[in-house]
């Protein structure tokens, strides 16, 4: 079975902070997608990261796939009150049926003014 | 309207109701799907279409029937539903189906069975 295991589930911190939300495997990826879930909405697409070792910066949102292409994180600096969201990772696997989308189960990340 | 859009955005039924989702996406997708988000649950997948034709079917009870009239539409039609089936439906859309296709999602339908 393939899940995508994410941390912590919940993280509550104060406006200004840096954080990092981890999504892990023990399967390999062929791809991993990040999403912000705001409530009450559907979750939106920030980044997809393809290749191992790959790096992409949103602002103040950089996501790393590591090298093995079995696990990603999410880091945040200088958290802001917008930032506020359910965090969902998803991803392709590499073996099986690789059109169907593997989801974890998020991070809720609150950020107090 | 832009991107995925989803109506109602709210309802409540009760169980031996008949209702439908509909489901409009305006970027010129392929692929269309339905998704259920329940608490303490990762987004399961109930449905997939592409191009028009159900290419995926989740083990969904039958109480949920899908159609997809064309490439911009999709509905999830509801009856005789239980109190468990009381959760957020999500629609998405994407270029096409497959890996590495990014998936747009919309508002989703917050439904209460009662």
């Known amino acids: 079975t393939q899940l995508l295991e994410q941390s912590p589930q919940f993280l509550s911190i104060q406006e200004g902070e840096n954080l990092t939300v981890y999504c892990n495997s023990s399967?390999?990826?062929?791809?991993l997608q990040w999403y912000r879930q705001e409530p009450g909405e559907g979750p939106v697409l920030l980044v997809t990261v393809v290749t191992g070792g790959e790096v992409k910066k949103l602002k103040r949102l950089t996501f790393q796939f590591g090298d093995a292409r079995k696990d990603s994180s999410l880091h945040i600096t200088a958290a802001q009150p917008g930032d506020t969201g359910l965090y969902l990772c998803a991803g392709f696997p590499n073996a099986g049926n690789n059109r169907k989308l593997i989801w974890g189960l998020g991070t809720s990340l609150a950020v107090n003014p | 309207e832009t991107g995925v859009t989803q109506t109602p955005r709210h309802l409540v039924m009760g169980m031996t109701n008949k209702k439908s989702l509909k489901c409009e996406q305006h970027l010129g997708h392929n692929a269309m799907y339905w998704y259920k988000q329940s608490a303490k649950k990762p987004l399961e997948l109930m449905f997939v279409?592409?191009?028009?034709?159900?290419?995926e079917n989740n083990s969904v009870p039958s109480r949920f029937s899908p159609e997809c009239p064309n490439s911009s539409h999709l509905f999830l039609h509801l009856h005789t539903l239980q109190p468990e089936d009381s959760a957020l439906y999500l629609c998405a859309s994407s270029q096409r189906r497959g890996t590495s296709y990014e998936q747009y999602f919309g508002p989703g339908t917050r439904l209460t069975v009662t």
């Open positions: 279409y592409s191009l028009e034709e159900r290419v």
């Open positions: 399967s390999v990826f062929s791809s």
